[in-house]
Each structure stands twice: as C-alpha cells, then as structure tokens.
C-alpha cells in the first residue's frame, strides 16, 4: 500500500529506517559506520516532505561529484540553494567543513621534519585544494627542517593574491630562520606556474638571500596533485 504524504508526515521518526536515523545509527554502530551523506544529514537535522535529511545529503553529494572537496568548494549562497538547506543548515556544513582545515593546519606543526617537497604537498594539497579562491602561506624551518612555525601570508580571488615580501622576511627574521618554504593553491586546477608565480618567486629568493635565508622550494597545490620549484629545478 503506498503511503500518501499525510500519512508520511504521521510516521514517528523511532518507526524510520536505520539509514534514515543517522544518529542512532552512530550511536549503536560508531562513527565508521556512517557514510558521507549520514554524517552530513546529522548536520542538517531534518529533510523536508519529500526527502528525508539523509536523502537531502545525498543529493547534494551527488550534485558535487560525490566528493567533499567538491562540497567544500560551497559556499552558504550555494547550499541554500537546495530546497530544504536553509541559512542556519548551510552554516551548520560551511562551518564542519572549515573545522576539518583546520585540523589539517594543527598537523603541519606536528610534522617534525620536512624531508621532501611531498611532505608539505600532502598536508596543504588537504588545506588548501578545494578553495575556490587563492591562499598563500609559509612554513619557516630551522636548520634540521624542522618546523618552527608556519602563517598564513595572503587571501586573493579565484586567480591571484597579493604577496608582501616584506612581511614574510620580517617574520623570517624575527625567528631567526635559516629556510622557508612557501605554498599556495591554483582554484582553477592548474598547476603550472604563471609568469606572476615565478615573478614572486625569483623576488622572495633574491631578497631572502641578501638577509642570508634561504627560500627551499616554492609549491604549488590543488586538489590532484602538486608542482614544486625546486624539484623542477626552477629556483
């Protein structure tokens, strides 16, 4: 017998399917047992009459490649788009996603050394891959390449940001780094280096040099992948 929507909105939510109940779900199963679309449904809270949070979630997973990165690529404008995702739901996934960057951030500093170009593609190719605009940021080292600290340098758009070199090698100096590392993203998926990528690059190594510091590498990131200066034998 099919259910008419009057009869949907009397079901109590105890009566629903597991998977529609993502929390008790958790709950009896623990957190591995929940997919994408559960975890965001637990988040959202509530579907509407034709879809259920957690068929909500996978609709808009579905719109985005099924991907997080893809999702974390919205922005409250853009979820509250689906019918169902108002203001408060769209902060509620803008606000978890930001969560888990930042988690991302604290790992760099727990990372003891630096040993390869690959060591920081993979913490920032997480951090910065799915923006859709541009961040540039710095690790500075002591003379093991270890980490002493890392900033963030520069917000831009979707294609460029501004760069102050002066502040870089300020910080540099205060910390009396021998070596630092730069890194920032392409939104657009490209990984070659603009004739403004190697500009900024030639211009932080040059001036580095004179203050006796030492620009190691220059990355690039994005979601897929990673270009490196100094492994392309370009600084």
């Known amino acids: 017998m099919l259910l008419t929507m009057k009869n949907y909105k009397k079901i109590s939510i105890k009566n629903w399917a597991l998977e529609d109940r993502p929390r008790e779900k ?22 509407t009459k034709k879809e259920s949070a957690v068929e909500l979630s996978r609709h808009i997973l579905n719109d985005n490649q ?8 919205l922005n409250i404008d853009d979820l509250c788009r689906y019918h169902g995702i108002g203001e408060a739901k769209a902060i509620s996934i803008v606000a ?18 630096i040993t390869s170009s690959a060591d920081v593609a993979s913490i920032f190719i997480e951090l910065l891959g799915d923006l859709n605009h541009e961040e540039f940021w710095v690790i500075l080292l002591n003379r093991s390449n270890q980490i002493m600290e890392r900033f963030h340098a520069s917000k831009g758009g979707v294609s460029s940001t501004v760069i102050d070199v002066k502040i870089i090698l300020k910080k540099a100096l205060l910390k009396l780094v021998p070596s630092f590392i ?16 190697i500009m900024i690059t030639r211009k932080l190594k040059d001036s580095a040099k004179i203050m006796d510091i030492t ?10 992948g990673h270009f490196s200066f100094a492994d392309s034998g370009m600084i």
Do not use: M
């Open 96 to 113: 978890a996603l930001e969560l888990g960057r930042r988690r991302k951030r604290e790992e760099i500093l727990q990372r003891k050394k």
């Open 26 to 47: 958790l709950l009896h199963n623990g957190l591995a047992s929940l997919s994408d679309a559960e975890l965001i449904a637990i988040l959202i809270g509530s579907g």
């Open 182 to 197: 730069v890194i920032h993203n392409h939104p657009s998926g490209n990984l070659q280096p603009s004739e403004a990528d």
């Open 66 to 73: 099924n991907k997080l990165h893809e999702l974390a690529r």
């Open 215 to 224: 620009l190691l590498d220059h990355l690039i990131v994005t979601q897929h």
